[in-house]
């Protein structure tokens, strides 16, 4: 028997505890591992909810608990998401999350800890939510060097600009459709001016460059001025607007190029056909060369079956991130320089904007 | 030091020691695991090559050799790599390889001998080349019930229709073309009447069902006969035409439905864009929903790239495949009945193809 905790019951924790609940049968099957969720974390109360009796509102009754092997940690944030984590790696246990901003901040110090007490700290569903990345960037891509990363890591956006493209809506139209669908915060700034896909690419980039890209050093842009005429102009040129994040190396010695923008991205580009809600990030690797992973970047059975993989992978022994980890030393990057350096298109309004290529 | 074997000193076994030899030093800082080729087992001679003082034509030499853990069989085919697959494994060695069709014809008893010898034989490289695949499909997807594969799985057939469709090119010009550009075999049988496409998909369809999936049960058919005409018609109503595997789950009971057909493939669908000579595999999980694995299906280095990654999950300990392994019983499967019955178009011409809904 594994004993999980969940800290948080909201749709992240939710989910977990029930595809747990849900797979568990297939999993001991499957690995020989019986998961099973002991304790959930949070102050509010469920009555009712088939998990009922596993809540406690005390973070130390867990960590104090050496039955619990592996802790899921579903608050988000960096207040007590930080500490919880902290005192969970420390006490033994595995941490296991979804929270990007946590590891894009923190990641760096948190991966230290999980080493020195023999633990793992493992961030799958934080990028990319349920789409295999990480752990294949770590694990098949281990004998490549990453040298460039596009990707479209934000689902909210890459919604907006698909319902403004396809059905001629205003920007503002598309995000309260969004938030009524549920894919979009009440309060969707994080979303929409790009710093939640600058978090995102930050964990990659960090990856890939062994050295901590914090998010407030990365250029970062947003959709929020994107226009249904310029994305119908885009489309009569062959091209679709997308929010990306990139990294990309450099001459060893050079800081890495990482940041945040709208692309044009031409027809052909595997990036293309990334709509509505969906996921894709395309790395370039120099002996695999080209691979793009797609999926759902978001909700909540998603970002459970990454988290639920990653408490498998914690338990399979040996280091799941291969090597793939990064120091606690803050690297420069530079900004990518004046768009009108790069590749780009000058649209009829004025706007220039950089072309994926 | 990992002492490595080779067996097969072709494109495939050429490009793994290159890709050791190249890529020592950073998977060594990354994983700790130092990876040697001490041995090559080749009949032919291959004066001033950097490797030639590892040469031997004897596979008894690398049998009796203990310091050798892992063996990469390069030869392909069902015949010596079969018997030394099996002898490998039994020497107590771990076996990777991208050797398809013994995967596919012999995959089930390979994988029942590894486990009896405490070893692993893996085989990433046998579908999409150097895309990450299985490993995710295994550990990452590890919650997931998997229902339903398409996927683009040759780059032969994938290069031929691309140049048909955006060159105007016929089906002879396009083949003789690949076949200049080393992306055909010089007997191109295999590849273009879909007999490669139906060994992947039956390996992807046992890993997903459990069972042994014999190609030779699978309906399988080729791009022999698709036209210009049918290309451009298919673009005409907002299609491409690709030739996939199909592995479908049914109701438990029933058997599942594994084929290889071209289909007509809409646009937004993301094996839209999958272009060239790249593979596209998408798969659909219960949990996760569609997820997408996109890259080099074939190719030198691609192909080393996943054959190293291999050997190092080999390494890590605990169970490579997370239990997504398959059992020596084979699986009836149905064909997917006449092509009438499921959504489907009919060309100008009377030809009726499925459309990948």
């Known amino acids: 028997m594994v004993n999980i905790a969940i800290l948080g019951y909201g749709i992240v924790g939710s989910g977990v505890a029930e595809v747990i609940q849900e797979t568990a049968a297939l999993i001991d099957a499957r690995t020989g591992f019986k998961l099973s969720v002991k304790t959930i974390l949070d102050i509010r109360q469920f009555p009712g909810d088939p998990f009922a009796k ?6 130390s009754v867990i960590e104090r608990d050496p039955s619990i092997q592996i802790v899921a940690e579903c608050i988000g944030g960096v207040g007590a ?7 969970a790696l420390h006490a033994g246990k595995h941490v296991v999350t979804s929270n990007k901003e946590l590891v894009a901040e923190h990641g760096a110090e948190l991966l230290t800890l999980a080493r020195a007490n023999r633990t793992h700290y493992l961030f799958e569903a934080a990028v990319g ?3 295999p990345l990480i752990h294949p960037m770590a694990q098949c891509l281990s004998a490549n060097s990453i040298s460039d990363i596009a990707g479209i890591l934000n689902g909210t956006c890459n919604y907006i600009l698909t319902r403004m493209r396809d059905n001629s809506f205003t920007f503002d139209e598309a995000l309260l459709e969004a938030q009524k669908l549920g894919y979009a915060e009440s309060d969707p700034t994080d979303d929409i001016m790009g710093h939640d896909s600058a978090r995102k690419i930050c964990i990659l980039a960090s990856l890939i460059f062994g050295r901590h890209v914090f998010p407030g050093r990365v250029q970062t842009g947003g959709i929020q001025n994107i226009t ?23 001459q060893s010695g050079e800081p890495p190029t990482v940041y945040v ?13 990334v709509d509505d809600v969906y996921n894709g990030i395309l790395l370039s690797g120099d002996i695999v060369g080209d691979v793009l992973f797609y999926g759902r970047g978001a909700g ?25 980890t990064w120091d606690d030393i803050p690297v420069n990057v530079t900004s990518p320089g004046s768009i009108k350096e ?13 072309i994926l290529s």
Chains 1, 2 share one sequence.
């Open 54 to 59: 596993h809540f406690v509102s005390d973070f």
């Open 81 to 87: 998401a930080y500490e919880f984590t902290k005192r």
């Open 342 to 354: 790069g590749e780009h298109y000058v649209f009829a309004d004025g706007t220039a904007m950089r």
């Open 261 to 273: 923008a709208p692309h044009l991205v031409p027809q052909g580009n595997p990036l293309y056909t």
């Open 129 to 131: 939510g349920g789409i």
């Open 228 to 250: 249904l005429e310029q994305l119908k102009e885009a489309a009569a040129n062959g091209f679709t607007i997308k929010l990306l994040g990139r990294a990309q190396g450099v």
């Open 300 to 324: 909540k059975r998603p970002t459970a079956s990454a988290i639920v993989s990653d408490m498998l992978d914690c338990l399979r022994g040996g280091d799941p991130l291969g090597g793939l």
